[in-house]
């Protein structure tokens, strides 16, 4: 799966899981960025990414973490954190 195709996917879920609409997103980014998010046909900044999940109520790197599961479908949360949290130390 492409990372544009496992952001919306990403997105979507947890727009669905925070009820919010696309709407719910301005003024910091309009409905039509959402849209093209959530279709695949754009790719988000970091600021985006920040903004979005700021909404949605929940961490970017939540976000970024359902999109790399829905990406890579053979990997469990626990190992992602793990190898993330690997990643991370000194």
Do not use: T, W
């Not at 985006?48 to 949360?77: M, R, T």
């Amino acid at each position: 799966m492409e990372l544009n195709e496992a952001f919306a996917l990403a997105l979507k879920e947890l727009r669905g899981r925070a009820n919010r609409s696309q709407f719910d997103f301005a003024p910091m980014v309009s409905r039509e960025y959402i849209s093209l998010l959530e279709r695949a046909q754009r790719s988000p900044s970091l600021e985006k990414i920040d903004e979005i999940s700021s909404v949605l109520g929940v961490h970017a790197l939540s976000l970024l973490a359902k999109c790399y599961l829905y990406k890579n479908p053979g990997i469990q949360l626990s190992e992602l954190l793990r190898e993330i949290s690997e990643n991370l130390q000194d």
